[in-house]
C-alpha cells in the first residue's frame, strides 16, 4: 500500500527535524522544505541517521511562491504541517516587517497552494503565545487570545484566523493548529537537538550553554514575580512528545476523524514550572552547578502559564509522557553532543 506523504516546511528546524522523525517511525513518508535561514543540512543528516530513511529535502523559501509550487508539482502529499517560520520575539519587536513578511507570506502561500492543488490536512504551529496574560490558569482552549505583545505573537493570532477562514471558505480543506506551550529537550539519541544562532533567548538553551562554559552566567529574569518563588511559571513540554503531537494530528485527519474543519489543541504538559525549579531539576538531574544570578524582569515576560490538555488527552489520545528529569538530561546530552563534551 502506498504510504501517505507529508510535506513538513521548516522541517531542518528545531521542532520540524524531531517531528521528521516521529512521523517516519509512525510509517509516513516525509518531504522536507526549508530554507535553511536558521537550521542547517545536520539536522537532517540526524533524521536520516536515527530513522534510516534517506528523507527528501527541497531548498526553498516558502515565500517564493512560484518555486514553493514546483514542490507541490513535484511531490503528492495531502498533508502539510508548517513549522516555517521567524520566531525571536525580541527581533520582532526590532523588525516587525521581516516577521509580518516572512510568516504571513508563508502562511498565505502555503494554504492557497494546497487550495489550489487540492490538498487536505494542515498542522499550523501556534503558540501559547497567543494567551498573553490569562484572566485564568490553566488556559483552555476557550480561554481568550488577549492582544498579542509582540508582531511575531500577532503572526501566530493572525495565522491562526486565515486558517480558521480558509476552511470556512475552501471545500476539502481541513486544519489543525496546535498551541506549543514551552518546547525544550533533544531526541534521546542526542543526534538532533536545539541549535540557536548566537545568544540563547530561551531559557534551556541558554542554561546549558552555561553548563558547557559558552556562557559565563545565567541570568534569571525576575524573583519578584506574585509566584512561590517569585520567578516566572511556564509549561515546559518535551520535543519528542510535541512532535508526536503532530503525528497524531495528521492521523486524525488522514483518517477523517476530525470532529470540525478547523480544530486547535493545547499541546504542553498541564504543569507549570518555576525558572529556579527548572534550574533545580536540571542541576540535580545533570550532577552539576549552574553559575546563575537574578536578574531584572525581561519585558514582555508574562508571569505565568501553563496549559489545560484534558482536550487533547481526550480527543487525540495524546498526552505527555516524558518527565521533565528525562527531558533535561536529554537537553545537556545534546548539548555535550555538539561541543564534543564527554
Ligand atoms: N528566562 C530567564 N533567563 C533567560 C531566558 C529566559 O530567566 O536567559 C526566563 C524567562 O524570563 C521566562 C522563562 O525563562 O520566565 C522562559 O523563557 P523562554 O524565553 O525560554 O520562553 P518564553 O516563555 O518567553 O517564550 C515562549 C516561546 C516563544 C513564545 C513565547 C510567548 O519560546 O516562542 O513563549 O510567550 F513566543
Not at 528545531?14 to 545536520?42: K, P, Q, R, W
Not at 520582532?92 to 497552494?113: E, H, M, R
Not at 487550495?115 to 498542522?123: A, K
Request: net charge negative; proline share 4%.
Amino acid at each position: 500500500m502506498k504510504k501517505e506523504c507529508v510535506l513538513v516546511s521548516g522541517g531542518a528546524g528545531y521542532i520540524g527535524s524531531h517531528t521528521a522523525v516521529e512521523l517516519i517511525n509512525a510509517g509516513y513518508d516525509v518531504v522536507i522544505a526549508d530554507n535553511f535561514s536558521n537550521s542547517d543540512m545536520g539536522a537532517v543528516e540526524g533524521v536520516r541517521r536515527i530513522t534510516g530513511v534517506d528523507v527528501p529535502v527541497v531548498e526553498v523559501d516558502c515565500c517564493d511562491k512560484s518555486a514553493f509550487r514546483r514542490v507541490f508539482e513535484q511531490y503528492e502529499f495531502d498533508s502539510v504541517i508548517h513549522f516555517a517560520a521567524s520566531k525571536a520575539v525580541g527581533e520582532s519587536v526590532a523588525d516587525p516587517l521581516k516577521y509580518y513578511g516572512n510568516n504571513l507570506t508563508s502562511f498565505i502561500n502555503v494554504v492557497s497552494l494546497m487550495h489550489e492543488f487540492g490538498r487536505h490536512n494542515i498542522v499550523f504551529s501556534s503558540s501559547a503565545t497567543v494567551y498573553g496574560e490569562a484572566d485564568t490558569l490553566p488556559v483552555t482552549e476557550q480561554t481568550p487570545r488577549k492582544p498579542a505583545t509582540s508582531p511575531y505573537g500577532n503572526t501566530k493570532q493572525i495565522c491562526e484566523d486565515i486558517l480558521r477562514d480558509s476552511v470556512a471558505a475552501y471545500d476539502g480543506l481541513r486544519g489543525i493548529a496546535l498551541r506549543y506551550f514551552n518546547p525544550i529537550g533533544a531526541h534521546p539519541s542526542a543526534l538532533i537537538g536545539e541549535l540557536p544562532r548566537g545568544v540563547p533567548q530561551n531559557l534551556v538553551p541558554y542554561i546549558t550553554q552555561t553548563a558547557a562554559g559558552i556562557r559565563e552566567c545565567l541570568s534569571i529574569f525576575g524573583d519578584d514575580y506574585p509566584t512561590p518563588d517569585g520567578s516566572c511559571i511556564r509549561d515546559y513540554i518535551d520535543i519528542v512528545d510535541l512532535a508526536r503531537a503532530h503525528v497524531v494530528a495528521i492521523t486524525r485527519m488522514v483518517g477523517g476523524k476530525c470532529r470540525k474543519n478547523y480544530e486547535i489543541f493545547n499541546i504542553g504538559t498541564g504543569k507549570g514550572v518555576s525558572v529556579f525549579e527548572l534550574v533545580k531539576t536540571f542541576e540535580r538531574v545533570n550532577n552539576l552547578k549552574l553559575n546563575y544570578k537574578v536578574a531584572p524582569r525581561r519585558a514582555g515576560d508574562v508571569v505565568a502559564i501553563w496549559a489545560d490538555t484534558s482536550l487533547a488527552n481526550k480527543e487525540l489520545g495524546w498526552h505527555a509522557e516524558r518527565t521533565l528529569d528525562q527531558t533535561l538530561a536529554s537537553a545537556w546530552a545534546w548539548e555535550k553532543h555538539i561541543r564534543g563534551i564527554e
